[in-house]
């Protein structure tokens, strides 16, 4: 047998001495105090020894429990600056909008978008104006770009836009260098084409496009868009291909200004 093993054993053996030479003395009583005494330690143990392996995971709740204190006033105060931004960019926005209302003649109203409009054949906005504030069917809608589109549709307090660039919009332009005319309509797919201009007038991409007004509906020198491509091919017809980008995208319009 190992000296190790042989030491267990002896002191075993002592221990059970001790423990029957108590017994015998103090009988039952003492027997059961010192399993009480023993029991009422390994409790103190255990507990403490729990106690002690609950530490580092209590610190673990605590730091978690910061750093989610943490990450929450670090949204906040992303949220704070991006609303910041937000004032910014509106305050950037309506001051272009109060330039363009001071040097518009017949100005009815100025008006946000507030929807996409419901009918399916035709791309228009909602705006949140109508004919409590002057607006009436066919005026003219406008941004610091250029022109937006024309009112479709009147209630008391909205209207419908129809943007330049649906189908059922044209209006009378020209271009502003060259001066020659054309009619812009919309192709339902955020471009517009320049129509009726011939084959021997001579246009460039980059050309810019106006109202002209001899519509009698759209005032002249409104900026419409510029010359983004074009072709010359003949199996078109007797006019020229011509592809407009309009300065106002739709995608970015916020409010409008609406003019007679």
Known sequence: ??????????????ASFILMTFQSKWGYTFHDNIFYVILNYSNEVIH????????PFRRMA??????????????????????HKETILENKRLRNLLKLHDNSQGYVATAEIIARGLHSLKDTLIINKGANHGI?????????KGLAGKIVAV????????????????????LQESRKEGIVSGTGTGKCVLKYVPFGEEVHTGDIVVTSGLDQFFPRGIPVGYIAKLERKEKRGHFQYIE?????????LEEVIIIQ
């Open 1 to 14: 047998m190992p000296k190790r093993h042989t030491l267990v054993f002896f002191l075993f053996i002592i």
């Open 48 to 55: 403490s020894t729990a106690d002690a392996f609950k530490q």
């Open 62 to 83: 605590l730091r978690d429990e910061e750093n989610q204190k943490l990450q929450d006033r670090i949204n906040n105060l992303l949220l704070k600056n991006e609303q």
């Open 136 to 144: 009436k069917k066919n005026m003219v809608a406008i941004t610091p």
């Open 155 to 174: 209630t008391d307090s909205y209207a419908d836009l129809l943007l330049m660039t649906d189908i059922n919009f044209s209006a009378s332009v020209r």
């Open 244 to 252: 407009v980008v309009p300065f106002q995208d739709d995608k970015k």
